[in-house]
């Protein structure tokens, strides 16, 4: 391949990744505005079977969500592998396919809830307390998926971002910002898990990689270091 190919397949690659990052990003909102209203009502048993719609369109979204940010690890593992080709699989790994398993174990969780709810509205709910119980332990075992969604998420941020700060693909000032955010992200599910509300403090990386998806499809990676490395390996 020669120098040209290989600089027009890493913007090729940059522009993919922009846009699985947004892809991923706006799904995930979605997902939330979608579902929100309904899971977090008193009576979502009655309230997610009323709106079934919603909660199969959630779900889609979510899984949206998870393959387009499984993906993005995927797309730059062939760059990223000639800087630290552990690191660079460890990525794939933890924000590639234990991602995805985790997002779809969280749909499936809703779907769960979406069948208790049918269950209980065609019962008449002779007996609440065992739905109750029931639908109580799902919503449960959703937040504690999305716990660990959170912390398998970060994690491979923290690679990913490393790597762009080794290999220089992106400026620096970018690669920190994105470090600095996996960090405070990884911190949130683990004090969540002992009761603290810190939803707030994921804005810091979810606005960073908006920043960055816009910038790796403007302006894609960046070509001296690509040549650099390209240098060192003939």
Not at 11 to 35: D, M, N
Not at 140 to 168: C, D, N, P, R, T
């Amino acid at each position: 391949m020669t120098t040209k190919e290989k600089m027009n397949s890493n913007r090729k690659t940059a522009i993919i990744v922009g846009v699985l990052f947004i892809i991923g990003t706006v799904a995930g909102v979605l997902s939330a505005v979608v579902t929100g209203p309904i899971l977090n009502d008193p009576d979502y048993l009655i309230k997610i079977s009323a709106n079934e719609t919603q909660i199969i369109l959630g779900a889609i979204f979510v899984l949206i969500m998870g393959f387009a940010l499984a993906m993005v690890p995927v797309m730059l593992f062939p760059i990223f592998k000639k800087y630290n080709e552990p690191l660079a699989l460890g990525s794939v790994v933890f924000r590639g396919a234990l991602e995805a398993v985790t997002y779809i174990a969280f749909v499936i969780s809703w779907l769960l809830l979406l069948t208790l709810s049918q269950e209980y509205v065609k019962a008449g709910a002779p007996d609440t307390s065992y739905f109750q119980t029931l639908g109580f332990v799902i919503l449960e075992a959703g937040v504690w998926i999305g716990h660990l969604v959170s912390i398998v998420f970060s994690l491979g941020a923290l690679m990913i971002y490393y790597l762009f700060y080794q290999s220089k693909l992106i400026p620096r000032w970018l690669s920190v910002w994105g470090l600095a955010g996996a960090i405070v992200s990884l911190a949130v599910p683990l004090l969540e898990m002992f009761g603290s509300e810190l939803g707030i403090l994921i804005v810091p990386l979810a606005l960073q990689e908006m920043v960055l998806a816009v910038w790796l499809i403007i302006k894609g990676f960046n070509s001296s270091a690509i040549a650099s490395e390209s240098v060192k390996q003939t």
